[in-house]
């Protein structure tokens, strides 16, 4: 693991930190501005007592907001987070994954848009050509990344082909116990991407995991012309990674995992090295993001380096604001590094005290 | 510390995942094993028809050639463990360290798997009837002129293993002598047995690719059953009706066994003592064919104080003393909630006699560890909740009932031993669809032959009978 001890790492840790000092700031003033802010956090504020833009002068004063829940998100009128400022633009609503209860709403205009614009930044063009076409194998409807994608394609200049995929239905029938039936959709959803791989000249690609599975029992992809493949949506072990870079891939496609969610954004991976262990090491997209890893008891409380802990995410963008989310994940701390002078998160996998068990399905 | 790879056809992988088996005393980390991911598993089945056709080069005496031999290998010989080598010594300690079993009662598993590897002729006679083992190689042949034909109904046998006892591994071990390759997922604290076999096996020359050794996840376990074309699962009642209404699937869920005593035999029940403490309390109660529950036409309550008088002398002892009789529990907290379940239950008239012969309740501390000493519950009915349970350690329920409800009240049994001359009622038992195994006369309900069916008949289960008619000179 590389820390923060050399010294030029450390003035950029320092520098990183005042810049997301500056940009808490101005999100604040945003935010709890009458003019500006959206109905929920000046009400919010209203009711607090307190003025953010008086109070809040640096990330770590967030914690005055105390931990954001999640049931907030739930249900409308959706309107509530719009923020004035922007309220003359065209709105998305995007929703989580659905796999319990009712799922969670973000608005958005054009934080997709930036997000993976920024992510574009970290593929590289040997794999990832500009110009190329992409295949979105994942979620369709009500999901950010199902635009989020295609846009990625149209901002490298290429097109996306995707496939129907209804996560939510999937969920249901493992719930179930409807296994045979949750195979068949997952072929049904393959077949979709088989037939858009043989039909048309694609050279990129998103999936999950699990799909990324099932799409190479079935073709080799660097013979279907593949490149560089980008996956995400669900939990990947260090086993997949090494599974995936060494048996489903090979050595000529590039692997590009990557932690997000409809509230965070992306989280890109850091370039794997050997004293990684296959570990999947992710970096938030700060300042327009943060996550930190947490006491488990004790979510005011950052863990160690190394040190296991729940992932608590952030979010600072013009069109939303959300302090200290606790995650339904846990992983270790991972310290800065010159790519991100800012804390990672090492090995993310489903927060284990969770009584409730989550189903993941085919996404 | 010692690390257990995945073998991917015999090959070894080291998966970045692993998981560790703890020492029951210490509870300390003993084993490391890497775990598959279910990817990982489901790109290997893609190849089992490659294993299929290797062993399908072997004739049927060949394999059972090569079975003697890794029966004495097995039993007696140092063989490669991971990086390392295991001596028979080492592999009890083992066994013991992770599941909490004596050694005496190691060992006595370890006889009875080399003792079906031994007799793999006998058993292959008794599992396939056929008075020829040749015909399996074939594929065809004729009893007293009658064509029989048969085909492998799948590439492969994969198996989910139990962390109890590791007497159920001669269960499967007989798959390779039918010429099927064997995809395992051992139990997560009994890494050390399918391995020790598939080593033994290799040894005595059976080609590694056709043994798949995936230490996995739930999920990567149901990766295997659902890849392979046969199954065997090994498990709790979740489990077992999780995959119920697979035929694929071989399921072996609790055996409920029984011992029935009526007529004459209910009358004299204290000359079957010796046979009821035995089929209770041997291996420590951990096998599916050990007796849950006693139904008499007598005196139910006597034949329940003196069957306690004789389990109440069952105390913890060390791992290494040869009259071991009773197994700590590796989770000292399973041990406790077990204990809390049957306590929840006792009442309506139910009561644990053993530990009133004790004064003491059955969860007992000793040298560090957690056991469960012997119960015998006397319910006041056949309907009770506790009449027909199995908890997985030496605890027996005994059951007075009219001799007109026998047998229909047993329900599913794996093993029925019959104390009782009455011969109408052996007809009825005879008839019983829901009796696995059924001994008339004083037999423990933990003996096993050979040359029987045990829990299910394996060669049923891998192989299928077809129609066959054909002109002379086409068969030879």
């Known amino acids: ?363 | 510390m010692l690390h257990l790879p995945i073998l991917r056809y015999g090959k070894p992988y080291r998966s970045v995942d692993t998981a560790t088996a703890v020492h029951y005393r210490t509870r300390q980390p003993f084993v490391e094993a890497s775990q598959a991911n279910a990817g990982l598993i489901r790109r290997d089945l893609a190849r089992q028809h490659e294993a299929a056709a290797i062993l399908q080069g072997f004739t049927t005496r060949e394999l059972i050639a090569m079975a003697g031999k890794a029966s004495g290998y097995f039993l007696n010989d140092t063989l490669p463990l991971g990086d390392s080598a295991q001596s028979p010594q080492e592999f009890v300690e083992a066994v013991s360290a992770t599941t909490g079993l004596p050694w005496v009662m190691v060992r006595r598993n370890m006889a009875k798997i080399a003792g079906v590897l031994a007799s793999m002729e006998t058993v292959l006679m008794g599992l396939t009837r056929l008075p020829n083992l040749d015909m399996l190689d074939s594929g065809v042949g004729d009893i007293d002129g009658r064509a029989l034909s048969f085909f492998p109904r799948g590439d492969s046998m994969g198996v989910i293993l139990p962390s109890n006892s590791p007497g159920v591994h001669s269960l499967w071990a007989p798959a390779i002598a039918l010429k099927t390759p064997l995809i395992l997922k051992p139990g997560s604290s009994e890494l050390w047995t399918p391995y020790r076999i598939i080593q033994a096996y290799v040894k005595a020359g059976v080609p590694a690719e056709v043994f798949g050794y995936y230490p996995t996840s739930h999920a990567g376990g149901g990766e295997i059953l659902r890849g392979t074309g046969r199954g065997m699962l090994f498990g709790d009642v979740a489990a077992a009706k999780a995959w119920s209404g697979d035929p694929r699937i071989e399921i072996h869920g609790p055996g409920y066994s029984k011992i029935i005593l009526a007529d004459d035999g209910a009358a004299g029940w204290e000359k079957y003592l010796d046979l009821m403490v035995d089929s209770v309390s041997n291996n420590s109660g951990r096998s599916c064919v050990n007796c849950s529950s006693i139904w008499t036409t007598g005196d139910g309550r006597a034949l329940a104080e003196a069957l306690a008088e004789r389990l109440a002398r069952i105390k913890p002892t060390a791992e290494d003393d040869p009259n071991a009789a009773v197994a700590p529990l590796a989770n000292p907290d399973v041990a406790k909630r077990i204990s809390a379940m049957v306590d929840s239950e006792l009442d309506g008239g139910a009561e644990d006699l053993c530990a009133k012969v004790r004064g003491s309740g059955r969860v007992a501390e000793w040298d560090g560890c957690t056991y469960l000493l012997p119960s015998v519950i006397h319910v006041p009915s056949k309907e009770h909740s506790l009449a027909n349970r199995e908890f997985g350690y030496p605890h027996v329920s005994v059951v007075q009932v009219e001799p007109h409800d026998l047998p229909e009240c047993l329900g599913p049994t794996l093993v029925c031993t019959a104390l009782t001359n009455d011969k109408r009622l052996h007809q009825r038992l005879l008839a019983n669809p829901h009796i696995g195994r059924l001994n008339l006369g004083p037999i423990s309900t933990m003996k096993i032959s050979w040359d029987q069916p045990h829990e299910g008949n394996l060669f049923d289960h891998l192989y299928s009978r077809r129609a066959f008619q054909a002109v002379p000179e086409l068969v030879g």
């Open chain 1, 1 to 363: 693991m590389s820390t923060a001890t050399q010294p030029d790492l450390f003035a950029k840790v320092q520098a990183s930190k005042e810049r997301l000092d500056a940009h808490v700031r101005e999100m604040v003033e945003w935010h709890f501005n009458p003019e500006t802010g959206c109905p929920f956090w000046l009400n919010w504020a209203q009711e607090a007592g307190w003025d953010p833009r008086k109070e809040v002068t640096s990330y770590a004063d967030l914690d005055k907001f105390g931990n954001f829940q999640d049931d907030e998100l739930r249900g409308g009128p959706v309107r509530r987070w719009v923020p004035k400022g922007l309220a003359h633009r065209p709105v998305y609503v995007f929703e989580t994954g659905g796999s319990t209860g009712v799922p969670k709403s973000r608005v958005q205009m054009d934080d997709f848009r930036i997000d993976y614009e920024n992510f574009s930044e970290t593929l590289p063009d040997e794999h990832f050509p500009k110009g190329a076409d992409w295949l979105m194998l994942g979620p369709s409807g009500p999901r950010r990344l199902r635009l989020a994608v295609e846009h990625l394609a149209q901002h490298r200049g290429g097109i996306a082909f995707s496939v129907d995929l209804d996560p939510r239905w999937v969920i249901k029938l493992i719930k179930r116990g409807q296994i045979q039936e949750a195979e068949l959709y997952k072929q049904h959803c393959i077949d979709q991407a088989l037939t858009i791989l043989r039909a048309h000249e694609v050279k990129c690609m998103f999936t999950t995991p699990k799909l990324l599975e099932a799409l190479c029992e079935k073709i080799n992809l660097e013979k279907a012309g593949i490149k560089g493949v980008f996956c995400g949506g669900t939990e990947m072990t260090p086993q997949f990674h090494r599974f995936a870079v060494e048996e489903l891939l090979g050595p000529n496609i590039y692997f590009a995992p990557t932690y997000g969610n409809t509230l965070m954004g992306l989280a890109t991976h850091k370039a794997p090295e050997p004293e990684d262990n296959w570990a999947i090491i992710y970096y938030p997209p700060v300042p327009r993001a943060v996550l930190e890893v947490v006491d488990f008891d004790d979510a005011t409380k950052i863990v160690g380096y190394g040190e296991t802990g729940r992932v608590r995410l952030t979010t600072l963008t013009k069109e939303t604001f959300i302090p200290r989310f606790l995650e339904r994940d846990e992983c270790e701390r991972e310290a800065p590094c010159d790519q991100y002078p800012w804390d990672g998160v090492r090995n993310v996998r489903p927060f284990s005290r969770f009584q409730k068990s989550v189903v993941e399905g085919v996404y």
